[in-house]
């Protein structure tokens, strides 16, 4: 090919970072279009292809579409069950089935790991093991969840879809459900020597920790690894956490990240600082922004008329987001949920909460 084209070939001393998936590029390029197209058209073509349907499944986690990942699996399910047999021989089977429970049953733990075990027992892989681990987990399960992990962590050649500090940080939240917080700091700094930028270990490692002893591990981090938006969303998750609205302001400030901003409007909220927090969220180019202004009109009993590009699992999602804030102010949880009843046109499911 290389002949033909007039091309040759040459050899890079320097790594190259494939950005291609990076989510935000991939969206410009309307590459989800673009993948489902070519896979739907491989299982049309071979239903039993069941490489082809588990790269669908793979397609709805990555751009986080329960609902795409639902209509794959409601397809997929006579198929599974006719070519059960061969999900032993299939390098990804485990996987298969696992991303195939979690699409059938989202948020329904015991479901999704009675869908997984119906099924005859592919070789498990560090991805369905952690997945395992989670049901697990969720379940209150915790001494089975801890052996899902660490095998999870035993295995030989780790798939590299599955971080290290993703079982690490099971096992940490297992210890702080227990009461080990020494045992729960140890994992999670240990996830933070695999990924020092990943949000959950950061929060894991600041949060356990008391006020000096956070100040001084973040500091250490940050000459370590340098400052980076995690670090100071963290941080201010972490004072949240701690009651420190103020500290969590400051915090928020250092970063410049657009998700930071969201959290700056809700910690200013929480402050009693509303208009301040509609300056920032007005300002900012999300447009989850706009659900955080509807969440200070009803809070002041403002009319509200917006217009924001989210589909309703977005909107959902940022509500719900908004919600677990007011948690850490009763007074204003309870303030928004007495108006409530005014959105239930759009979100039905707050009836839920009344």
Sequence with gaps: ?????????????????????????????????RDQRLLRACVEE???????????????????????????????APRLAEHAEGLAELPQGAELVTLFAEARHPGDPAA????????????????????????????SRRDEARRAFERCLQ???LSTRVSLARPLLGLARLALAEGDAAEAIRRSDQALGHAPRDPEALLGAL????????????????????DSDELAEAEGEAALLGGNALGAIAAYRRSGSPR????????????GEGDRAREVLAA???????????????????????????????????????LRCLQRRPDLLASFLEAAPALLGVFPWLTQLL
């Design 1 to 33: 090919m290389l002949r033909e084209a007039g091309l040759s070939a040459a050899s890079l001393t320097e790594p190259v970072e494939h950005l291609g998936y990076v989510r935000e590029r991939a969206a410009e390029r309307d590459k989800k279009e």
């Design 46 to 76: 071979d239903p039993a292809d069941l490489y082809s349907w588990f790269k669908l499944l793979e397609l709805g986690r990555f751009w986080q579409d329960p609902a795409f990942s639902a209509s794959v699996a409601e397809a997929l």
């Design 112 to 139: 999704a790991l009675a869908e997984s075990e119906a099924f005859p027992q592919a070789a498990p892989s560090p991805a369905s093991l952690l997945a395992l681990g989670g049901w697990l987990e969720a379940l």
């Design 155 to 157: 295995g030989g050649d």
């Design 207 to 226: 949060s356990l920790r008391d006020d000096r002893d956070r100040a001084a591990f973040a500091d250490a981090h940050r000459a370590r690894h340098g």
């Design 260 to 271: 930071a901003a969201l959290k700056l409007a809700q910690a200013l909220v929480l402050a």
């Design 284 to 322: 900012s180019a999300l447009p989850e922004a706009g659900v955080g202004l509807l969440v200070c009109d009803i809070l002041d009993r403002k009319a509200s008329k917006l217009e924001v590009d989210l589909t309703q699992n977005e909107a959902d999602v940022a509500l719900l987001d908004w």
